[in-house]
């Protein structure tokens, strides 16, 4: 069973930075993409950034610039790195977690960015 644990949220004005960390643990397989998405209320899930186990990268258009993913295999944590905030990032967060044949959530941090 692998389990997903998030931490870092928080309230953060406008402009300003917060790291997010998802530390995974169980049978997780060497290859495998570690992720983050995000839900606004009354907004569908959407990607943020995901990274593979080769460090690899791909960022939403909209966190360009702002945001840099990266992982430590051997914690099997995967770090995001948020700079220059702003209001329209205020989301719930949620880790992800993508190995051959199964995915995997973690349970979601709030990230609240006031103007």
């Known amino acids: 069973q692998v389990q997903l644990v998030e931490s870092g949220g928080g309230l953060v004005q406008a402009g300003g930075s917060l790291r997010l960390s998802c530390a995974a643990s169980?049978?997780?397989?060497?290859?495998?993409?570690m992720g983050w998405y995000r839900q606004a209320p009354g907004k569908q899930r959407e990607l943020v950034a995901v990274i593979t186990r080769s460090g690899r990268t791909n960022y939403a258009d909209s966190v360009k610039g702002r945001f840099t993913l990266s992982r430590d295999n051997a914690k099997n944590t995967a770090y995001l790195q948020m700079n220059s905030l702003k209001p329209e990032d205020t989301a719930v967060y949620y880790c992800n977690l993508v190995v051959v044949g199964a995915e995997y959530w973690g349970q979601g941090t709030q990230v609240t960015v006031s103007s």
């Open positions: 169980g049978s997780i397989f060497s290859f495998n993409v």
